[in-house]
Structure formats: C-alpha cells, structure tokens
C-alpha cells in the first residue's frame, strides 16, 4: 500500500537505543553503507566523519545516525554487577550457538556489540545497560513483535445496485494484496501456491494475481519456527525467491512454493516437509537412491546438484535434449542460472556414430552460433548443445542423434528411412507450412510419429511406411502387435528385447500382448528381419 520494502536481513533488527540527545528509538547497524549517497544522514552527528563501512546506531525516520564509539562508553557500570563492564563489538562465549543477554536473559545476536565482564562472563545487551532505570521497573522491551490482526471485514456495492454484500477478507503479510475466502466451487484442479497441493477445505484467493489460491493452514503459517530436521535453528518463512530453482533439502524437490528458510545455514524446507515431524525421509528419498547427488558436467561450468521436477503446474525442460523432466535430475544451484538436465543426457557420449553418417565420428559441443540441424532441418540455436561431424561440417540436435540410430529399409523407396517420434513434436509445433506433410496423403506429420527419408527429405506416416499393426515374427510364437507407446514401470530405463538397446519409452514399438507385455522390441528391429 505505500510501497514500502525491506530486506530480509533489516527487517530482523529493531530500534533498541533510547538517547537523551534524540527523541526516538536506536537501531543497531553493524557495518552501515548507503551506496551511492554522500548526503549529511550519511555521516555522524558526533564526529562529523563518513558512517560507511562502520558501526552505527542510527534512527531511520530521522537519518540520524552515531558511531558506536561515538556514543557508547568503552566502560560502563551496571548496577546489578560489582565489575566493570568492557564494550566488546564481537564475542562468543561458547560454541553452542545459542547467546543470551544476562540482564534480560533474552537470546541476542552474537555478531551485536555488548558489554562484557571479563571477572566473570558477564554478558548484557548494551542498552539494557546504558538504560537501566527501565530495566529496574521491569519495562524491558519485548522481543517478540505483536500479535497480527489479520482478519476483516469488507463492504462491496456494486455500481447501478443498491444491494450490499459483505465478504470475509484475509489480509497476511505472505501476499501484498487483499485475499478473499473462496466460496464458489473450483472447476478443475487448483493448487495452492504456498504448498503446491490440490486446493481443498478452506481456502482463499487473489483477485489481483491470476491463479493465486493459499489453502486457510498456509495462509495463517508462522513466520518463525523451530524444527526436528534443522534444530539448531529456527527456520523463517519465505514467500518468494528472485530464483524459483531452490531445492528442498529433505526431499530434494525444486521448492515452488513457500518455504523455511535457515539463513545460517542455508538449509531450506518446502511446506510438505514441514508438516513431517519424525523422519520419514526415506520415503521422500527412494526416488534418488544411490543416485550421485552432486557432480560436475562437461556441458555446464557450474557444479550440479540433484533434484525432482515433481511441480504439476510448472514444466521443466532439459537444456540438452529440450524434452520435459518427469524424474529425478540435475540442476545448477546458481542463481539465475536455471541450467537443468536429464540423468539419462548426463550419460551422453562425448563421441558417437550414427548409421547416415557412418564414415566419421560425431563428437558433442557447444554451438557457437544459430545453424540448421541435417537430420529434421529446424534451427539449432546458439549455445545449444549438439553433436557435430568437424570434418564434413554438420550438426544434429542431440534428440535426433540420439533418436535416428536405426534405419528401416522399405520396397516403395531407394534410401533409409528414419523415425521421428513423440518427442519431436513440441519442436515440429512451432513450424508453419506444408514443410512436415505426408507424401501419400498431403495430411500433416507434425502431432504424430513419421518416417523421414535424409536424403531426400519426403515424409510418410507410419502406415504410409509399410508399417503394418500386426507382424509374425519367426523367432517369437505369437504375433506382435503395434503400440504407440510403452512404460511398463517407473525404472526410468528401458530396452528392446530383439537387440538389447535402449529404447525410448514415448516411441512406437511392437509388443507381445500374450506374453504379457514381456517382449518389447523396436519397429525396426522386427521388420528388418520380417520376410
């Protein structure tokens, strides 16, 4: 409403100092620099000299600000300690991590100056000693801001109507505008965008922000807590990220939503594993198991980090082959980064051979610039990842190098002809024209697999292609019927059982239904030995 920002780390201190020589509150600053501004508030009322780069008690609202040496007494005495008390800037007592002020016997903050006593281990907090008549009355201020009021009501009248409705408003400080309580059935799924679960029960939403829904438990979330997976410290409530690619450390999924946050320690909690109090962990993890979490890739100059696309609302795709993450992969942590891929592109070669090209070895690189891919003629963008013949001067999109390795040879033809499946299409989509049409029918290839021929570029369906639904196959007993495609389990790897190689799971493939899908095999692999 007043445009009115803070920072994560300026909205944790609190003005604290009350001075006779100014009319408001103190706040602590331990190194204080306001770059790019040499106005008076940026130098001591005191001294007169320049505030960067030191330690200032300084009033906002004023622009009034004091050097700690300045202000603060090297010595001071408490009325409640028999010692002299030294201004210390930095002190730890201990290693346990948890710092406590002996007078108000709050938690302070370790990197804050205080008063010590050397005698004894005497630690105060430095206004609770320079002001010790409130501390004697028992005025000590709470640590704790005040409860929130976050409910309301909201009267709305539409214009050219004299009827009035009044509507329940939710006003947290997790979203910058007002929510209202949904109380119309929602069509289709809806999530929420605090956990990332399908929206039910009670729940509000944004009338300003398309798609923002919170279920009523995520909007009321503490903005504190303290948790079994990270005891140490509590963890903080965050609501948004300048970079959406931050990784859950329990159950490694790529954090969408809300989170929990330990700044310290750079441990983070997406809101499904919040509500987890013992460890159940390793159900979260057996989608990564005995997988290498983090590694260094040929392709990235970044380490990678492993993590679940597992989000039903944002798709992700692989900066290699560009097809969509379903599984388990591999991300850069760097922020704005965003450089995501496959386990299984992890493992390309750095070198292959492809059957249309048998006479030199293709080897993978980076493109420099925007070039044209042989094998489906669509743009090869600069910077992409490609497999290139350095000899006779061409590229291949990973996916068609990779796809392309079986060629099927026909009666109706001269040359090989090569399958494009599934997974061009979202590639083919962006391609207007009559460029991808059928050679028998003139009907469009471009949302279905299609046979190509390299050379001389003309396209079939399937069925145009001679390849027929059923096939007898001497070597297997029953018949082999044809399927658009198969995944028989969640292995994330799957292979023919004619020539025992990989197979893509989204490709066309003939399968025995007697067998109880137990004989998978590739088109090709069948009707090159089918008389």
Same mark, same amino acid.
């Given at each position: 409403?007043?445009?009115?920002?803070?920072?994560?780390?300026?909205?944790?201190?609190?003005?604290?100092?009350?001075?006779?020589?100014?009319?408001?509150?103190?706040?602590?600053?331990?190194?204080?620099?306001?770059?790019?501004?040499?106005?008076?508030?940026?130098?001591? %009322?005191?001294?007169?000299?320049?505030?960067?780069?030191?330690?200032?008690?300084?009033?906002?609202?004023?622009?009034?600000?004091?050097?700690?040496?300045?202000?603060?007494?090297?010595?001071?005495?408490?009325? $409640?300690?028999?010692?002299?008390?030294?201004?210390?800037?930095?002190?730890?007592?201990?290693?346990?991590?948890?710092?406590?002020?002996?007078?108000?016997?709050?938690?302070?903050?370790?990197?804050?100056?205080?008063?010590?006593?050397?005698?004894?281990?005497?630690?105060? /907090?430095?206004?609770?000693?320079?002001?010790?008549? +409130? *501390?004697?009355?028992?005025?000590?201020? &709470?640590? &704790?801001?005040?409860?929130?009021?976050?409910?309301?009501?909201?009267?709305?009248?539409?214009?050219?109507?004299?009827?009035?409705?009044?509507?329940?408003?939710?006003?947290?400080?997790?979203?910058?505008?007002?929510?209202?309580?949904?109380?119309?059935?929602?069509?289709?799924?809806?999530?929420?965008?605090?956990?990332?679960?399908?929206?039910?029960?009670?729940?509000?939403?944004?009338?300003?922000?398309?798609?923002?829904?919170?279920?009523? +438990?995520?909007?009321?979330?503490?903005? !504190?807590?303290? /948790?079994?997976?990270?005891?140490?410290?509590?963890?903080?409530?965050?609501? &948004?990220?300048?970079?959406?690619?931050?990784? =859950?450390?329990?159950?490694?999924?790529?954090?969408?939503?809300?989170?929990?946050?330990?700044? #310290?320690?750079?441990? %983070?909690?997406?809101?499904?594993?919040?509500?987890?109090?013992?460890?159940?962990?390793?159900?979260?993890?057996?989608?990564?198991?005995?997988?290498?979490?983090?590694?260094?890739?040929?392709?990235?100059?970044?380490?990678?980090?492993?993590?679940?696309?597992?989000?039903?609302?944002? +798709?992700?795709?692989?900066?290699?082959?560009?097809?969509?993450?379903?599984?388990?992969?591999?991300?850069?942590?760097?922020?704005?980064?965003?450089?995501?891929?496959?386990?299984? =592109?992890?493992?390309?070669? #750095?070198?292959?051979?492809?059957?249309?090209?048998?006479?030199?070895?293709?080897?993978?690189?980076?493109?420099?610039?925007?070039?044209?891919? $042989?094998? =489906?003629?669509?743009?090869?963008?600069?910077?992409?990842?490609?497999?290139?013949? !350095?000899?006779?001067?061409?590229?291949?999109?990973?996916?068609?190098?990779? &796809?392309?390795?079986?060629?099927?040879?026909?009666?109706?033809?001269?040359?090989?002809? $090569?399958?494009?499946?599934?997974?061009?299409?979202?590639?083919?989509?962006?391609?207007?024209? %009559?460029?991808?049409?059928?050679?028998?029918?003139?009907?469009?290839?471009?949302?279905?697999?299609?046979?190509?021929?390299?050379?001389?570029?003309?396209?079939?369906?399937?069925?145009?292609?001679?390849?027929?639904?059923?096939?007898?196959?001497?070597?297997?007993?029953?018949?082999?019927?044809? %399927?658009?495609?198969?995944?028989?389990?969640?292995?994330?790897?799957?292979?023919?059982?004619?020539?025992?190689?990989?197979?893509?799971?989204?490709?066309?493939? $003939?399968?025995?239904?007697?067998?109880?899908?137990?004989?998978?095999?590739?088109?090709?692999?069948?009707?090159?030995? *089918?008389?």
């Amino acid at each position: 409403m007043c445009s009115f920002s803070l920072d994560f780390d300026c909205a944790k201190l609190s003005p604290s100092l009350k001075l006779d020589c100014h009319h408001h509150l103190l706040t602590f600053f331990k190194y204080f620099n306001k770059k790019g501004e040499e106005g008076q508030d940026s130098y001591c %009322k005191a001294c007169g000299k320049h505030c960067g780069g030191a330690s200032v008690y300084r009033c906002v609202k004023c622009h009034f600000s004091l050097h700690l040496k300045c202000v603060i007494p090297s010595l001071a005495i408490h009325k $409640y300690h028999k010692y002299p008390l030294t201004m210390m800037e930095l002190i730890k007592e201990d290693d346990s991590e948890k710092y406590y002020c002996d007078v108000c016997e709050n938690e302070r903050n370790p990197k804050d100056p205080v008063y010590y006593c050397q005698s004894c281990t005497f630690i105060a /907090h430095i206004q609770y000693v320079l002001d010790q008549d +409130k *501390v004697a009355s028992g005025k000590v201020p &709470s640590s &704790s801001p005040p409860p929130m009021e976050n409910k309301a009501l909201f009267v709305e009248q539409n214009e050219g109507s004299n009827a009035i409705r009044t509507l329940s408003l939710f006003r947290p400080i997790i979203h910058p505008h007002q929510l209202y309580e949904v109380t119309e059935e929602l069509k289709g799924q809806i999530y929420c965008s605090g956990c990332r679960l399908v929206l039910n029960g009670s729940s509000y939403f944004c009338k300003t922000c398309p798609d923002f829904y919170l279920h009523e +438990k995520c909007a009321k979330l503490s903005y !504190e807590i303290q /948790h079994p997976f990270h005891s140490s410290h509590p963890l903080n409530l965050y609501t &948004s990220w300048v970079s959406n690619f931050i990784t =859950c450390e329990v159950c490694r999924d790529i954090c969408d939503g809300f989170i929990y946050f330990c700044e #310290q320690c750079d441990f %983070k909690l997406d809101m499904k594993c919040v509500t987890l109090k013992t460890h159940k962990i390793g159900v979260l993890e057996e989608k990564i198991t005995g997988r290498v979490t983090e590694l260094h890739h040929f392709t990235h100059p970044h380490k990678l980090v492993i993590a679940n696309c597992n989000d039903p609302k944002h +798709k992700r795709k692989c900066n290699i082959c560009r097809l969509q993450i379903l599984s388990p992969a591999y991300r850069c942590p760097e922020r704005f980064c965003g450089y995501k891929l496959h386990e299984s =592109c992890l493992r390309l070669p #750095q070198k292959i051979r492809v059957p249309f090209h048998p006479n030199h070895m293709l080897v993978s690189r980076l493109l420099p610039t925007a070039q044209r891919c $042989y094998a =489906c003629t669509l743009e090869l963008r600069s910077g992409e990842f490609v497999y290139s013949c !350095e000899i006779c001067d061409f590229n291949l999109h990973v996916i068609c190098a990779n &796809s392309l390795r079986r060629p099927l040879k026909c009666k109706f033809h001269p040359n090989d002809l $090569y399958y494009f499946g599934r997974n061009h299409i979202s590639t083919f989509d962006l391609i207007w024209g %009559k460029i991808f049409n059928c050679e028998v029918c003139d009907g469009s290839c471009r949302r279905e697999p299609f046979y190509r021929c390299l050379k001389c570029g003309i396209i079939f369906h399937l069925k145009y292609a001679g390849i027929p639904y059923t096939v007898k196959f001497k070597y297997h007993i029953h018949p082999l019927l044809l %399927k658009d495609s198969f995944i028989k389990d969640e292995c994330g790897k799957y292979y023919c059982d004619f020539c025992e190689e990989e197979r893509n799971p989204n490709d066309d493939i $003939y399968y025995c239904e007697e067998c109880n899908d137990q004989t998978i095999t590739h088109i090709e692999c069948v009707l090159v030995k *089918v008389s």
